[in-house]
C-alpha cells in the first residue's frame, strides 16, 4: 500500500488507534485481562475487541469514502480524561482507569476523523465499555432482590418460610442467597448480547433501546424465578436436589433458554437492512492531508507522557516503605485489654504494613477492635480493596446478614451484621484516609487521591469494632457507641503518629 493511502485510509487508523492505547496503558489493560481470565462473570471481555473490530470492518467502506476532517476541539475532552486516568491510576481504582482508557479511544478517534465519521462508528466503539469488568457493585442490591422475590413467591404456595436478611429459613432446611445467587451473571451477558443484538437487529434508535432495557429487565425477574424455583425443588426433595452444585447447572440452562426466548421474540421486529456504504464526497481538505496523523501523533504523545508520570509517582510510593508496630494503650477509660477473651472471629485484611485485633471488656460487655493499616497504598497492598471483607469469601463461615450506614457521635460507620452456626455479631467498619475518615469505599479512594496530591499523605487504614448480638441489636449498639465514644481520640492519634516522613 501507498504511503498516501496509508495516511488516508481511515479505517486503518481508527483500527490503529483501538489497538494502541491499550498497549500504551498496558498495566491498565492487564487488570483488565486478568479479571477476564480469573472470574468467570467477565469472560465474555476476550470478545469485546474482536466484535468491535468485527463491526468497524463493516463499515470500512463508509470510513474511507471521504476525507477525514480531525476535530481539534475534542482535545478539550481528551485532557481531563487523561488527567482522570492519572489520578485513578494514583489511587489505583482499576475500573475507574478501564473506563477511562476506553473514553480515551474513543476520544482519540473523534479527535483524528472528526464528528460525522465518528457518528458512523459510534456503537462498535462504545460497544468497547462492555470490555471493563464493572458490576460487583450491583451484586448486593440484586441478592436483596432475589431473597425478596424468593421469599415473596413461596408466600404464594402458603409454605412457611422465615427471612432474617439474605437466609430463608423452610421447614425442610436452611437456604441463604450467597453472591453467585445474585444473578449479576445473567444480568452482565444478557446485557452484552442484548446490545449487540439491537445493534445487529434494528436501526431504529427506539427500538434499540427498548430492546437494551428488556434486556436488563428479564434476566433480574429469571433470576428470582430460578431462585424460588431452586429453592421449591430443594423442598419438594426434602432437601436432596438442587442443593449442591448442580442448581448452578439448573441456573445456566435456565438462562440459556431465556435468552432463546428473548432473541426469539426480538426477531419479530427486525429491521430491513440498510447500504449505508455511499457516502458523498467531501473536498473541504486534500485527499493527501497528513493532519490525522498529525493529530494521532500528538494525542499519543500525550497519553504516552501521562503513564509516565504515573510511573514516576508510582516509583516514589514504593519508596521508604519501612518496617512498622503498631501498639493500641491496653485501656480506653474504663475498658479494659483483656487476652483472654475474643469472638472468634477477625477481619480480612490484604497485605496491611501493620494490624492488630485487641479485645477490651467493660463488666460483661467485650468490644473486639481491628485495624489494617497501610503506609502507602499500592497495587496489591491497600486499604481499600474487595479483598478486605468483614465477612468471609463465598461458602467461608461468616456470612453477611444486613448492611446499612449510620452516625453516631459526629463519626460515620457501615454497620453490618455477620452470623455463623453459633453466633451474631454486630460490626461497625470505616476507613481512616490520612486526617479524614468515612465508611464509603468511594468516597475513601477520593479522599485518597487528594491526600496524595495536595496533603502530601499515603496512609490509609480500615478499622472496625465487633461486638456480639446477645440480647437485641440495640443494646449492642450502645456498647459500640459508648467504646468509640472512649476509644477514637486515642485510636486515631496512634494511627497518626505511625505517618510516613
Known sequence: MSKKSILNNNFILVVFTTLAIPALFYKTT???????????????????FPITLWLIWQKKDQLNAVPAIPETKAFVL???????????????VQVVQQFIMIAIIITIIWIIIGRHLFYSILFPLLFLFFAVPFGQSFIPPLMEFTAFFTVNMIHLTGIPIYQEGLFLSLP???????????GVRYLIASLT?????????????????????????????????????????????GMKLATGVDHLLYGWVFFGFVIFLLFYFGKFWWDPIEDNTTVAHNNTISSTSKLPVVMISIALSLSLSTRLLANQIEHRKNLNITPVTLKLPDNFAEWQYSEFRSLDWQLIVNKPDAKISKSYIF????????????????????????????????GGEWGKVERND?????????Q??????????????????GSYQT?????????????????????????TIATPILNNKEYSQSILREFIKDSANDIHTTLDQLILK
Not at 439 to 463: C, E, H, Q, W
Request: hydrophobic share 50%; glycine share 6%.
Open 439 to 463: 465508611p464509603n469505599p468511594y468516597i475513601a479512594k477520593v479522599l485518597d487521591a487528594y491526600n496524595i496530591i495536595f496533603a502530601g499523605r499515603t496512609d490509609a487504614s480500615m478499622l
Open 193 to 237: 448480547l442484548g446490545t449487540l443484538y439491537a445493534y445487529l437487529s434494528y436501526t431504529s434508535f427506539k427500538k434499540r433501546l427498548i430492546f437494551i432495557l428488556i434486556s436488563i429487565l428479564v434476566p433480574i425477574l429469571a433470576n428470582g424465578f430460578r431462585a424460588f424455583g431452586i429453592v421449591m425443588i430443594g423442598h419438594l426433595s
Open 363 to 394: 463488666g460483661s460487655d467485650i468490644v473486639q477492635l481491628n485495624i489494617g493499616y497501610y503506609q502507602s497504598q499500592r497495587k496489591g497492598s491497600e486499604a481499600i480493596a474487595t479483598s478486605n471483607r468483614v465477612s468471609s469469601p463465598v
Open 30 to 48: 492487564e487488570a483488565m485481562i486478568h479479571v477476564w481470565m480469573v472470574n468467570e462473570t467477565f469472560t465474555h471481555g476476550f470478545l469485546i
Open 78 to 92: 481528551l485532557i481531563p480524561l487523561l488527567a482522570g486516568w492519572l489520578i485513578s491510576s494514583i489511587v489505583d
Open 406 to 414: 449510620i452516625q453516631e457521635n459526629e463519626m460515620y460507620f457501615s
Open 172 to 182: 425442610s432446611g436452611e437456604w441463604s442467597v450467597v453472591e453467585e445467587c445474585s
Open 416 to 433: 453490618i451484621i455477620i452470623k455463623n452456626a453459633e453466633s451474631v455479631i454486630l460490626v461497625w467498619q470505616w476507613y481512616k484516609i
